[in-house]
């Protein structure tokens, strides 16, 4: 396998294959094999800005995991909490830009060719069912956190029955909004679905757009009402600036899970105007410091107020009847289901790459309906999750964010192991395996611990 000593020999201004005398002939046949996933998408492609771009991108980035970080913080201790925070979206920034600079040394335009590229068929495999699972966990978990965001269960319904009348909440329509069944199917086939249709993932931009203003929303109302919450639902105060907590790999899962988006970066990519390096890297440095910036006020906030008492959903510690955190409740539901559609298209994304076959509009509508209420049946009879996304989540968000571009990489350059570029990509494809492993044990010992709670049935 030819390789290459520097991401310097190709030119970032060029698109993601550049021209035709920057692929030597021992890329042939993987040229051939992308030509026809390129063709199908310029054929479909209608570029978009470095906006668009950062929209996606950021809602990616910004989306279930962020309300779980205070409780993250509180695991890792204070001050170990914050320095991974900002340690491991550092990290993020850099692995994301790599699968992009794996694409270029590999003269190829996916995430699973990289892995062809480097480690064969098995490579192949491994990311296509890495992608897969995360992607259909990040549906599932979409369309289920649409209404579950509240200790009670149900949050964009519990936000209605609030507003309405107990006479109009018990008849006819009211009664049909504030159940939950009915509004997950409203939520997802009329909002998720429509949207999930697009073959262009530039078009989600302004519905990205309204969900990172959503998430905004949530982080304010977080910050406004944690000082003013009552003195009951507040944590101790004894011990509260930790140096290290008990539970420090269990939060860097948290953390490493709330920053992935890695899945569909090569999406993001191909949908910019000039798709180069340059241009990649600006949208991934403004997204993530973004995403750093709303982390970092959500996690210290949050757990400030609550330290002890902090849960997995930090919106589950403020009262139920709180105004302004209903308001949070009911943009994290939106959120959710306007993000669910870029999970969509990755899942999508791996089915065609593995036919490699022509678009068929007819296989595109089937695929996508398909996937979109599975994962719409799945949040309608379940009221927990639970271990099965934080198993999956745990393999497959460590794997695809670190593990993999750490480790086409490492294989793509041919400096000596003890090159800085090397180096580096050894440490972070390590330091993926290790989480990984840690992630697995972890998960199967709640799951072994605490496994009457692990799958409860809705009320």
């Known amino acids: 396998m030819p390789v290459i000593s520097s991401i310097d020999e190709i030119d970032v201004e060029l698109p993601l294959l550049g021209s035709e005398g ?3 002939g021992d890329h042939a046949s993987h040229v051939e094999i992308s030509n026809l996933h390129r063709e199908a998408s310029s054929q479909r492609s209608v570029r978009s800005g470095l906006a668009a771009g950062i929209a ?11 309300i779980g970080l205070p409780l993250a913080i509180a695991e890792a201790g204070f001050f170990t909490g914050i320095f991974l925070l900002v340690v491991l979206c550092g990290v993020t920034d850099w692995t994301i830009r790599l699968i992009v600079i794996n694409s270029k040394l590999s003269g190829t335009s996916s995430y699973m060719g990289i892995m062809e590229y480097c480690f064969g068929r098995p490579g192949q495999i491994a990311v296509s069912t890495f992608q897969f699972v995360f992607a259909c966990g990040g549906m599932a978990a979409c369309a289920y956190l649409t209404n579950v ?26 009664a049909m909004l504030v159940n939950r069944q009915f509004i997950i199917a ?26 990172v203003l959503s998430m905004l929303v949530i982080v304010l109302s977080v910050v406004i009402r944690g000082p003013q919450v009552d003195p009951e639902l507040k944590g101790s105060r004894a011990h509260v600036f930790t140096v290290i907590g008990p539970k420090v790999f269990e939060a860097i899962g948290v953390i490493s899970f709330a920053y992935v988006c890695h899945h569909n970066s090569m999406l993001i ?12 890297s600006a949208v991934t440095h403004i997204s993530t410091l973004t995403s750093l910036i709303c982390c970092l006020i959500l996690s210290i906030s949050g757990y400030l107020v609550f330290t002890d008492k902090t849960q997995g959903n930090i919106l589950n510690c403020f009262d139920e009847d709180d105004a302004v955190i209903n308001v949070a409740r009911l943009c994290f539901g939106l959120n959710m ?10 899942c999508r994304e791996v089915i065609e790459n593995l036919l490699e076959r022509p678009f068929n509009y007819t296989r595109h509508w089937l695929v996508t309906t398909g996937l979109v209420f599975s994962a719409m049946l799945v949040s309608m009879t379940t009221c ?22 750490a480790a ?32 697995v044990i972890l998960a199967l010992q709640k799951l072994y611990t605490g496994a009457e709670t692990a799958n409860k049935a809705c009320s």
């Open 337 to 346: 289901f306007t993000t669910l559609p870029l999970e969509v298209f990755v």
């Open 22 to 24: 920057a692929i030597g």
């Open 384 to 405: 927990d999750l639970g271990i099965v996304l934080e198993l999956t989540g745990g393999l497959s968000a460590t794997a695809l964010a670190f593990l993999f571009p």
């Open 408 to 439: 086409c990489y490492y294989s793509l350059l041919s400096e000596p192991w003890y090159g800085r570029r090397k180096l580096c990509a050894a440490a972070c494809t390590i330091f993926g395996i290790v989480v990984m492993v840690l992630s």
């Open 186 to 211: 409203l939520a997802i086939g009329g909002v998720a679905y429509p949207l999930s249709l697009y073959r262009d993932i530039s078009k989600l931009a302004k519905a990205s757009s309204l969900a």
């Open 149 to 174: 965001t509240s200790s009670t269960g149900d949050t964009i319904p519990h936000v209605l029955a609030s507003l309405l009348p107990q006479p109009v909440r018990e008849t006819g329509l009211g």
């Open 56 to 66: 996606n991108m950021s809602n990616s980035i910004i989306g279930a995991g962020i």
């Open 269 to 280: 990519y191909g949908s910019l105007e000039r798709p180069t390096l340059d241009r990649f």
